[in-house]
């Protein structure tokens, strides 16, 4: 794209605020495009990669839990919503709010409802906003939109970029392997069984923990809520530096305690069987019905481990944003630097 017609594009007011302009972005950006006299093919790539225009940045970075508390008190991050709890009960639990989704590149409605929330000290129920705000077009919740984009910006920074995600069978994939000029591989986990690499009905398996890929393989790895659910994370990591090229960049994210120092170990494996410590909980996994057992509810001692592991760099990022769907007390997204 022309370099004046992309500062021009970002100068706009609907990309400052989105979400908040009733005009939808493809009529805004036809008005511009006429008005700077461009057409054609020029007007179908600026509506299709609107969304590649809009950069988002954390509200803050934190390396430790004293400094994300500080930024947790600065931005005023909260899960009490009480506009949208209020609107949520008067709807019967089940709601759709208009956003704007990074994904689909224009504003759609976005599910919101009490599927996996939890209880208030008062006794109100607050939603999960990390896990809902589902895309009614894409299909991706709100850490998975978030996700896409922020895999999307990374790809932007390196020619022909290599990319793995630790998932293939999901929306996500199928949206970040339409990246232009990007080589995406992804895989599941389908059991002990298989080898490394081997496929299994179009499925490609590996376990992070013993990764089949040579050396300095890829610019980005992507994880989605995974790493919860390895029995050695440090392993994980390991291997995650090992397969990154120098300077490539871990994007993580899995369910995080940010008042916990260290982390509290669920179940590990003795002799090849799960030793539960504690009483199981298991996550959805998209092939298989019974679920993914969570074997450490993480804490900030992880960071410790993801250092140790060959990154040069491991910090939690914060990202909130009402014009975007990013509600709640901040999604957080944890980013490695080789």
């Known amino acids: 794209m022309n370099k004046d ?9 609907l990309v400052r605020s989105v979400a908040a302009r009733r005009a939808s972005a493809a009529v805004r950006v036809r008005a511009l495009l006429r ?12 509506q299709r990669d609107i969304g590649a225009l809009l950069r988002i940045d ?20 909260t899960n009490r919503l009480p506009q949208h ?22 504003t759609t409605p976005m599910l919101l409802d009490l ?23 894409c299909g991706m919740n709100n850490r ?38 990007a080589d995406v591989q992804g895989s599941e986990y389908l059991g002990y069984q298989y080898r490394g690499g081997e496929a299994v009905g179009g499925v490609r398996h590996e376990d992070v923990m013993a990764l089949s890929y040579a050396d300095a393989s890829f610019d980005l790895i992507v994880s989605n809520d995974v790493l919860e659910h390895i029995p050695d994370p440090a392993a994980a990591f390991q291997e995650c530096s090992r397969v990154l090229r120098p ?41 298989s019905a019974d679920g993914s057992l969570v074997f450490q ?28 769907g990013h509600l709640g007390a901040g999604l957080l997204v944890f980013r490695l630097r080789k």
């Open 247 to 287: 300077g490539g960049v871990v994007l993580a994210t899995f369910p995080f305690h940010t008042d916990r120092e260290g982390t509290l170990v669920r179940a590990k494996l003795a002799n090849g069987a799960v030793e539960h410590l504690h009483p199981p909980q298991y996550h959805g996994n998209p092939v």
């Open 144 to 181: 998975q939109r978030l996700v896409a984009k922020l895999v999307q910006q990374a790809a932007r920074e390196r020619a022909a970029p290599r990319i793995y995600l630790m998932e293939q069978v999901t929306p996500i994939f199928q949206w970040v392997r339409q990246l232009p000029d």
């Open 85 to 106: 709890e209020k609107a949520l009960r008067e709807h019967g639990g089940r709601m759709h709010l208009p956003r704007f989704c990074l994904c689909c590149n224009e």
């Open 5 to 13: 017609l992309q500062q021009a594009v970002l100068r706009l007011p």
């Open 115 to 137: 599927e996996s929330s939890w209880e208030d000290s008062d006794g109100s129920r607050i939603p999960n906003w990390r896990e809902r705000l589902v895309c009614s077009h």
């Open 58 to 77: 954390p509200v803050f970075v934190a390396g430790d839990a004293a400094a994300f508390q500080q930024g947790a008190q600065r931005a005023g991050l």
């Open 35 to 46: 008005s700077l006299g461009g057409a054609g093919r020029r007007l179908a790539r600026l």
């Open 297 to 324: 509810d993480f804490g900030w001692d992880l960071l410790d481990v993801m250092r140790q592991a060959g990154f040069s760099d491991a910090a939690c990022e914060v990202y909130v944003s009402d014009a975007f």
